[in-house]
């Protein structure tokens, strides 16, 4: 049945601009959920809440109430269409035009088991394809989000609720015992963190004897920008030359889909990623990106967008891989969390 069927309402959320939303907090306002309150795995997280004015015109039509499903319509493509069930108190929080809640009409569906659906959906790459890109955002829209097919059991010719339960009490049983297991890891994981912190510290340690000197990293590297284009420049794919933004710069990893393409115009032939070249993330919110490096290998068919910089260096590759280490180490990270209340690297 298609979700439009087995639901009663499905009403995505408002917006509020930064400045009206300024100085309000928990005092005077009413917390407004946003994407990055929707978790991985049908979970809400409320570590962080932005909060909006308690005497906004028809607010009282954006309330969640207990079991309804929000599900993130507008985020990096990636992101779009994870969903969770609220399990809380009526009229609490409001949701932002990010979000849509949906209202599953009790007698023929859960909203656990419809929100364990979606985010299989979403899993399996479902809404990556079907969301409408544009630049670092994708959406998925309520007509869209209605025609989604959703595959129930049924018993006697009417869905069978008993069923659906079941399918969710097996689905936490078992993510529950996952989740222990990746709560191990994550610790085993951040003592190799350390180990590998504590390798590049020491090897750019200078030594008893040694001689080391500070240079500037644009007295030994040229340091190039990104292409600078407007949304009305994007061209269909391959009919242009490929641009990466900071969502491709992954870890130690590039990823390499989802590019936008712009006219041959728009770009230098040094903006291009070659064998050798360091890219870096120049500008963004985010503390754990800021700073963020990528070591080339090869010669890549893509140019760096505007968040972006090539560190390049011409000398030998070894020398090269020298700075790309040292981009790695706490020594270069920090100046770069210093400074990421400007959200841009210069």
């Avoid at 639901?7 to 946003?34: C, E, H, M, Y």
């Avoid at 990010?98 to 299989?120: A, M």
């Avoid at 794919?237 to 712009?262: C, M, P, Y």
């Avoid at 115009?265 to 963020?292: F, H």
């Amino acid at each position: 049945m298609k979700l439009g069927k087995v639901t009663k309402d499905v009403k995505p959320g408002f917006a509020l601009s930064k400045q009206k939303r300024r100085k309000i907090n928990a005092n005077n306002g009413i917390p407004q959920l946003r994407p990055y309150n929707i978790a991985n795995w049908n979970k809400i997280n409320l570590d962080e809440l932005t909060y909006i004015p308690k005497s906004m015109d028809g607010i009282e039509e954006y309330f969640i109430k207990n079991d309804d499903v929000l599900f993130n319509n507008t985020n990096s493509v990636e992101l779009v269409g994870r969903s969770a069930v609220y399990k809380g108190s009526d009229g609490k929080y409001t949701y932002s035009n990010h979000i849509t809640r949906i209202r599953v009409k009790d007698q023929i569906i859960k909203p656990d088991f419809l929100s364990w659906y979606l985010n299989y959906l979403w899993n399996k790459g479902f809404f990556y394809l079907k969301a409408t890109k544009w630049i670092g955002q994708a959406g998925v829209s309520n007509k869209k989000l209605i025609s989604i097919k959703i595959p129930l059991p049924f018993r006697n010719g009417k869905p069978h609720l008993e069923t659906q339960k079941k399918i969710v009490e097996y689905i936490e049983t078992n993510f529950s015992r996952i989740e222990k297991i990746l709560e191990k890891k994550k610790k085993e994981l951040e003592k190799l963190d350390e180990l590998w912190e504590n390798v590049l510290e020491q090897a750019f340690k200078p030594k008893k004897g040694e001689e080391w000197r500070e240079v500037r990293l644009g007295e030994v590297a040229h340091i190039i920008r990104g292409v600078n284009f407007k949304k009305s420049e994007i061209v269909p794919i391959n009919q242009g030359e490929a641009v990466i933004t900071a969502s491709h710069i992954q870890g130690d990893r590039l990823i390499k889909e989802n590019f936008i393409f712009v006219p041959s115009t728009k770009v230098k032939p040094e903006q291009k990623v070659k064998s050798g070249d360091i890219v870096i993330i120049m500008s963004t919110g985010s503390r754990t990106a800021l700073g963020r490096t990528y070591y080339s290998r090869f010669d890549e068919e893509v140019y760096i967008g505007a968040f972006l910089g090539i560190i390049r260096y011409n000398g030998t590759e070894q020398s090269s891989k020298f700075i790309y280490f040292f981009t790695k180490t706490q020594k270069f990270k920090a100046p770069c969390w210093a400074i990421l209340a400007l959200k841009l690297i210069t």
